[in-house]
């Protein structure tokens, strides 16, 4: 059982920053794609980024492109999320995920899943 553990979601004023991260215990860390999805009130689950386990692969949907970045630390087991020129229509809940798939964008794809944490985008 893999366990993951989001931090950094908040409060922001639009064109703000905010930095998310995701952290595991799993030693097979490396064995893994990580990505992010976000679910805004109302709305389904959203792909929003996912890095291979090399971490020399990176997929981004269309509407953070530019904006957002994905990278993995394998020797500390940590995922990040950074996202700058952050909007309103950020708002969501963030959860990360591992997926045993490479590349994997699809949340079907996606075996273990964080708690989720809530990012806030204020105009």
């Known amino acids: 059982q893999v366990q993951l553990v989001e931090s950094g979601g908040g409060l922001v004023q639009a064109g703000g920053s905010l930095r998310l991260s995701c952290a595991t215990s799993?030693?097979?860390?490396?064995?893994?794609?990580m990505g992010w999805f976000r679910q805004a009130p109302g709305k389904g689950q959203e792909f929003v980024a996912s890095?291979?386990?090399?971490?020399?692969?990176?997929y981004y949907t269309d509407s953070v492109k530019g904006r957002f970045t994905i990278s993995r630390g394998n020797a500390k087991n940590t995922v990040v999320l950074q996202m700058n020129s952050l909007k309103p229509e950020d708002t969501a809940v963030y959860y990360c995920?591992?997926?045993?798939?490479?590349?994997?964008?699809?949340?079907?794809?996606?075996?273990?899943w964080g708690q989720g944490t809530q990012v806030a985008v204020s105009s």
């Open positions: 890095v291979g386990m090399s971490g020399s692969s990176t």
């Open positions: 799993e030693r097979t860390f490396r064995n893994y794609a």
């Open positions: 995920a591992a997926s045993v798939f490479d590349p994997a964008t699809r949340p079907v794809e996606y075996e273990y």
